[in-house]
């Protein structure tokens, strides 16, 4: 019976991740056909069909990692504690990224957040590695994978950013017979 209870927790920590994943993937369809689809994009950009698979695969890995980081380190009563939290974060950033990217059409601010994601991300995996070099080692293809995304998001930025858009402090300051 033991046993049962050990894989209970392993299947909470690989179906935790994919929970976000799942809304958001649901709240990104509409947008693929629309607005998405209308932005200018690098030659890098993956086919849309390869994001699914990759992010399933990402999340079931941080899941697992998070499962042995939880089981080595004691949970959040031993060592895990301060990785966990690391985890809680990097999952928060991880989920909050669509809803900027697709549900506001924040460019730049989702570049942002993806950057302070790929960060988290890193820094989660080192203290995972820390506690159980095998979660370290699943975080590596998810930050790859995120540096990947950064680059990607940084250019959608730039290809869809029109120039003089942003303005110049001139533009604040200067009164219109100054121009």
Not at 10 to 22: D, S, T, W
Not at 47 to 63: E, K, R, S
Not at 131 to 149: D, E, H
Request: contains cysteine; charged residues 15%.
């Amino acid at each position: 019976m033991e046993n049962r209870g050990e894989i209970a927790k392993i299947v909470a920590a690989l179906l935790l991740p994919q929970v976000g994943g799942f809304v958001n993937g649901r709240n990104t369809r509409k947008e693929i056909t629309g607005w998405y689809n209308q932005l200018k994009f690098p030659s890098f950009k993956p086919p849309n069909w390869i994001f699914g698979p990759v992010w399933t695969t990402l999340y079931t890995g941080m899941g697992y990692a998070s499962y042995l980081v939880w089981k080595t380190g004691g949970g959040f009563n031993g060592d895990a504690k301060f990785p966990l939290i690391l985890y809680g974060t990097q999952l928060a950033l991880n989920w909050a990224w669509t809803p900027i990217f697709f549900g506001m059409h924040e460019l730049k601010w989702s570049f942002v957040e993806i950057l302070a994601l790929t960060g988290s991300v890193a820094a989660t995996g080192i203290a995972f590695y820390q506690t159980n070099k095998l979660a370290g080692y699943l975080f590596v293809p998810y930050f790859a994978w995120c540096a990947f995304a950064s680059a990607l998001n940084y250019s959608i930025y730039k290809l869809n950013t029109t120039q003089g858009s942003t303005a110049k402090i001139e533009d604040v300051t200067n009164s219109p017979k100054e121009k």
